[in-house]
């Protein structure tokens, strides 16, 4: 079995993800590809700048988002079709517990997140409701579906979570729980409801992949 950071074998061509320091999106294929050992290249976008929307990013992605992840002649730019495909690609070690029912929890928290959560604080969003509402609504709309979202998520893990979110197993679920963490901070959402999900924030982010995937440790790293 592959131990955790080691590197995989060389593909005919390094892998190169084009990512945002600060996307929660990027960030989790950076954990996992981090996790996993992959090598890749890093090619920064600038989203605070707009560039996904330029013609030539366009020709990459049509949706102007990050991630995307160049693999040869593949090109995947959406984050959770990246996960499932590095999942498959590159099986050991695994972001999946072998007990059939904990792997569907597993899915369960992540599509929690990615779908129901994150995807309200995209900047398209944001931008559209301080549009309609001001600075201050768009502060309250991101807190209020970190919050909603969050407790669910504190409730469903009590029953579950060890170390990590799915006892000591490090999964998917953890990989994505970390950047929505770091929006939860973002957005100064009050986490002292939310004890159970801090404190495995706090484990899962002190791993020296997850550290390596971090915001700060990017090239382009920026602060808003």
């Known amino acids: 079995m592959k131990k955790t950071g080691e590197q995989q074998p060389s593909t005919t061509e390094k892998i190169k993800l084009y990512s945002f320091c600060r996307s929660s999106c990027s960030w989790r294929v950076r954990i996992a590809l981090a996790y996993k050992g992959i090598p890749y290249e890093y090619v920064a976008v600038d989203l605070a700048s707009g560039e996904q929307f330029s013609e030539d990013f366009k020709k990459l992605n049509a949706f102007s988002t990050v991630p995307v992840l160049v693999d040869n002649d593949i090109v995947i730019a959406d984050s959770f079709a990246i996960l499932e495909y590095l999942e498959e690609k590159y099986p050991e070690p695994s972001l999946f517990p072998a007990d059939i029912r904990k792997k569907a929890l597993v899915r369960q928290v992540v599509n929690h997140i990615v779908a129901s959560i994150q995807p309200l604080q995209n900047l398209t969003v944001l931008k559209r409701i301080e549009a309609l509402g001001g600075p201050e609504e768009r502060l309250k709309w991101a807190q209020h579906f970190i919050k909603s979202g969050f ?34 901070e973002r957005f100064q959402v009050d986490m002292t409801n939310f004890p159970l999900l801090t404190k495995i924030g706090e484990a899962v982010s002190a791993l020296p992949y997850v550290k390596e995937a971090s915001p700060q440790n990017q090239p382009d790293f920026v602060t808003f």
């Open 151 to 184: 407790e669910a998520l504190e409730l469903l893990l009590t029953a579950e979570a060890g170390k990590y979110c799915f006892g000591e197993e490090f999964t998917m679920a953890d990989i994505v729980l970390v950047p929505q963490l770091g929006n939860a």
